[in-house]
């Protein structure tokens, strides 16, 4: 199909424009995702915070102890993404079992600032954690100890999930995209049916099976097909004039040229050879100019859109008609051969 096509075209604005909203909303969806996956991760560290703030205290040798650690297997597995630290004075410490000996470093700023926030802070092998940290006062006998909590959680768990998201969306996406194109090409072939039933119509116009074009179109075609039909009007008036020109000119100069045919007979016979030779180079010369009139006009209205094709296979059997009432027509053998079907535009009088 031409580039030129007003289909090729639509279809490959229509696929540009799906596939670049797709790709933006792919995007934004991505960022979406990857907002409401910090807050679930924020959410989950704030639970185990809470859990462990109500959990630890310290006993009376000024021990730090938890009660009930908090119930996720992540915690005990060595290394296993999630991790929880308290602080507590004198440089006491608890860890969870995932730290094995990796101790967890304060983020930057002040605690006041960092309290309850969200922060990105280094964890072992060279992982990036994001980490929630909450200091707490708990009572140990009549006086009170202020406790830092933190509580991590490997990013790379983070992006597991994003990539599992990105997995699903990228395969949704694709089919959405596919979906849609092939939807937008059934709507503009569908579009575009009234152009194509113009250009059937202008097919039989120009056959000669019709003169004008169906007005059963959209609105916004209406006025293209009434400027249509009004040219082919005015073109059919023209063909018309230039017919009855053509003969009112034929018939018009056979009485002339008969008459003066006649004086050049009358001439010769008179022994005014030099005067009717004269005269029958000047006839000649007339009836040369108005055979190529007529040929010009006959050949005008023959290429005019849409005029009648003639089968050439009955003109012939006309054509033969006529010759074999000639004198001693019947003296020769009369035949044609010419395949049925074949046309010519223009009518039998041209």
């Given at each position: ?30 960022a979406?995702?990857?907002e409401?996956?910090e ?19 310290l ?16 915690f ?38 960092r ?9 072992p ?20 100890q ?25 395969p ?30 202008l ?82 010369a ?65």
């Amino acid at each position: 199909m031409s580039p030129r096509s007003l289909r090729v075209r639509l279809v490959g604005a229509a696929t540009l424009l799906i596939v670049l909203a797709l790709a933006l909303g792919g995007i934004g969806l991505t960022a979406i995702f990857d907002e409401q996956a910090e807050r679930r991760a924020a959410t989950e560290l704030d639970l185990h915070v809470k859990t462990l703030a109500a959990q630890v205290r310290l006993d009376a040798a000024g021990a730090l102890q938890v009660d009930v650690p908090p119930q996720e297997p992540r915690f005990e597995q060595p290394y296993g993404g999630l991790y929880w630290q308290i602080d507590g004075p004198g440089g006491k410490r608890l860890r969870s079992r995932s730290l094995w000996d990796f101790v967890l470093q304060d983020p930057p700023g002040s605690a006041a600032a960092r309290d309850l926030d969200m922060h990105e802070i280094s964890g072992p092998e060279t992982a990036r954690l994001l980490a929630i940290q909450r200091t707490i006062v708990v009572p140990q006998g009549a006086s009170e100890q202020r406790l830092q909590i933190m509580v991590a959680v490997d990013e790379a768990l983070l992006a597991a999930e994003r990539w599992s998201f990105l997995g699903l969306l990228l395969p949704s996406l694709l089919a959405l995209a596919t979906l849609l194109v092939l939807a937008m090409a059934f709507f503009i072939h569908l579009a575009l049916r009234p152009f194509r039933a113009l250009r059937a119509d202008l097919g039989d116009i120009h056959a000669g099976r019709r003169r004008t074009l169906s007005r059963d179109v959209p609105e916004e075609v209406q006025p293209v097909v009434d400027d249509l039909n009004r040219l082919i009007g005015f073109q059919d008036a023209a063909v018309e004039r230039a017919r009855t020109q053509s003969a009112d000119l034929a018939h018009g100069l056979k009485t002339p040229l008969a008459v003066l045919g006649s004086m050049a007979r009358t001439a010769r016979d008179a022994g005014e050879l030099k005067l009717a030779s004269g005269i029958d180079e000047q006839i000649d010369a007339m009836r040369r100019h108005v055979d190529r009139a007529l040929a010009r006009a006959r050949a005008g209205m023959a290429a005019a859109l849409g005029q009648q094709a003639a089968d050439v296979s009955v003109v012939c059997r006309k054509t033969l008609r006529m010759l074999k009432t000639l004198p001693d027509a019947g003296a020769l053998t009369w035949d044609s051969d010419v395949p049925e079907g074949l046309h010519f535009a223009g009518d039998e009088e041209t």
